[in-house]
């Protein structure tokens, strides 16, 4: 067994452990170790990845046993990709949460003498949620079949609802929201996969995928567990309309949790929703994916181009309602959780593109000459560039909205008028973020726009280039309604603004540089968004 092999056991694995062990431990312990557990991941993340940029897809099957019996992970171009953004910013809140106990939540406490109860700041509880829920995105970017998947995903969710009731009383409510919208997602998810196991008789991706090309009488079947896949997913994702959960859960959770929650439980979501359709149903079930070995019935085809034009325009309206929401906002936190809403918009733009039944006949547009396995990998290379680059983005944001908070114990714009005197460097994370979700130039999200536009044209979509336009607007707008407030230097009347008046001292100034280095990232990673098709690429089914 190779190195690469290995590291994926010990990606899932040591993390679950680790948040077993850190239960046992003190708070200090628990830092310790899941700063150790931090570092551990980020260097296990690079060596798979190291191998798949050099072309190969790494396999490892536990115990020796291969599918259908044994268990399999799997670290292709898109598994890497998230696996990498998960560990850069999962590390990078992992060495901010010690140095903001707040950020972390609260807890009931009651006084020795007086016997009285009161909510204190830091809840240690948060170290084993996170870790257990850092195993579990680890399993989801790495399961090679559809159960694990599932578990994974389902760690994902539980803890993920744990760290939201970390945000004390206020924010049980919202926890019990989302614990609902969970469940609900899961057991959708779940019946698509006994429907796709009952005509196929496992549950590999790979053998799923023969097994669907070789018996036509399963079309119908797969096609309707993979659109119910599609809803409970969506659900976890919060897609306009059900994306009432979203605003309270990541608004309301610690300073350290929403940043997680934004940046990578959702995106797990998404993640897997790309696996089941392209990996799973494409080869058999998509012209698009399958080219010359497509045979589908006709009915079907036009089932699956229905479902990607709906999902185009509910990613239009999360894009509109998102936007035009967060314009409104006095606050910043729900302010930054309005714009995951109208960002993750931006991710069901590329369906009706792989989906559309007519997109091999296009095989040499005239604008771009492209065939149509070149403008499914264009399509998912610009959609998955806008989902990295969102992580980072949406990471450094909520990280310095959680600051400020704490720091202030509000997050009125109003009252943070002129905090950059302040926190300059906050400010400029802000600055840098706010390139990145806006898809300006030089960011990976503007590279993710150019793709996706380029395969709007090459399959003849036009309208959706009118819908990336509006939608960069309108981010521009809302960013600025959320950053000209803290760049204030003089009130109305001509008076300079003296910063707020702090509710916390003692939060380190080192806490201030980790948003930043997000932000920054959000800049960097644009430089690599040419070679982010090519990354794509390997392991993926239209090549």
């Not at 406490?109 to 700041?121: D, E, L, P, Q």
């Not at 206020?170 to 057991?187: N, P």
């Not at 400020?404 to 926190?423: A, F, I, N, Q």
């Not at 280095?517 to 040419?530: D, E, K, Q, S």
């Amino acid at each position: 067994m190779t190195l690469a092999q290995t590291s994926l056991g010990a990606l899932v694995l040591l993390p679950v452990l680790a948040a077993a062990v850190s239960a046992l431990l003190p708070i200090r312990g628990r830092q310790i170790l899941a700063t150790v557990t931090g570092g551990a991941v980020v260097v296990l993340s690079a060596i798979p990845a190291w191998s798949v940029f050099h072309g190969d897809v790494v396999e490892m099957n536990f115990g020796g046993y291969a599918p259908p019996l044994g268990i399999m992970l799997k670290a292709d171009g898109l598994s890497v990709l998230f696996l990498l953004v998960a560990s850069i910013v999962g590390f990078a809140v992992t060495l901010f949460a010690p140095l903001d106990p707040s950020s972390t939540g609260k807890r009931l406490v009651r006084a020795s003498s007086s016997g009285t109860v009161r909510w204190v700041a830091g809840n240690p509880g948060f170290w084993p949620l996170w870790l257990g829920c850092w195993g579990g995105l680890n399993a989801v970017f790495l399961a090679g079949d559809l159960f694990n998947t599932y578990v994974g995903l389902e760690v994902v969710g539980m803890t993920a609802v744990g760290m939201v009731a970390l945000g004390g009383r206020d924010a049980w409510r919202a926890a019990v929201r989302y614990l609902f919208v969970a469940v609900l997602g899961s057991m959708l998810f779940l019946i698509g996969v006994g429907l796709i196991v009952s005509v196929t008789g496992t549950l590999d991706f790979t053998q799923v995928s023969e097994s669907i090309a070789a018996n036509e009488d399963s079309h119908g079947t797969v096609v309707l567990a993979v659109l119910l896949m599609i809803v409970g997913l969506a659900m976890k994702i919060a897609l306009v309309p059900m994306h009432g959960w979203l605003i309270p859960a990541h608004a309301g959770a610690p300073a350290a949790v929403s940043p997680l929650l934004s940046a990578l439980v959702i995106k797990a979501s998404f993640f897997v929703m790309l696996r089941i359709v392209l990996w799973v149903a494409g080869p058999a079930l998509l012209p698009t994916v399958a080219g010359d070995d497509y045979y589908a019935d006709p009915a079907l085809q036009t089932t699956f181009g229905w479902a990607g034009g709906t999902l185009a325009v509910l990613g239009t309206a999360a894009i509109l309602v998102g936007s035009v929401m967060a314009l409104r906002q006095t606050r910043l936190k729900p302010l930054v959780a309005y714009s995951t809403v109208a960002q993750a918009g931006y991710w069901f733009l590329m369906f009706p593109i792989i989906l559309d039944p007519d997109t091999p006949n296009l095989d040499q547009f005239a604008v771009t000459g492209h065939g149509s396995d070149m403008i499914v990998s264009t399509a998912v290379a610009g959609t998955v560039a806008l989902a990295v680059g969102h992580g980072f983005a949406k990471s450094a944001m909520f990280l310095v909205a959680g600051y400020l908070k704490d720091v202030y114990g509000t997050d009125e714009l109003d009252e943070l008028r002129g905090v950059y005197r302040t926190h300059p460097m906050l400010v400029m994370a802000m600055g840098m973020s706010a390139v990145g979700l806006a898809g300006m130039p030089i960011s990976l999200s503007f590279a993710g726009k150019w793709l996706l536009g380029t395969a709007a044209i090459a399959s003849s979509h036009y309208w959706l280039l009118v819908v990336i336009v509006v939608a960069t607007l309108l981010s521009a707008a809302y960013l600025l309604r959320a950053i000209t407030p803290l760049l204030v230097a003089v009130d109305d009347d001509d008076t300079r603004l003296e910063a707020p008046e702090k509710v916390i001292e003692r939060i380190p100034v080192a806490a201030q540089f980790l948003p930043f280095f997000l932000g920054t990232a959000t800049i960097l990673t644009g430089f690599f968004g040419a070679f982010l098709g090519a990354l794509l690429d390997v392991g993926a089914p239209w090549t």
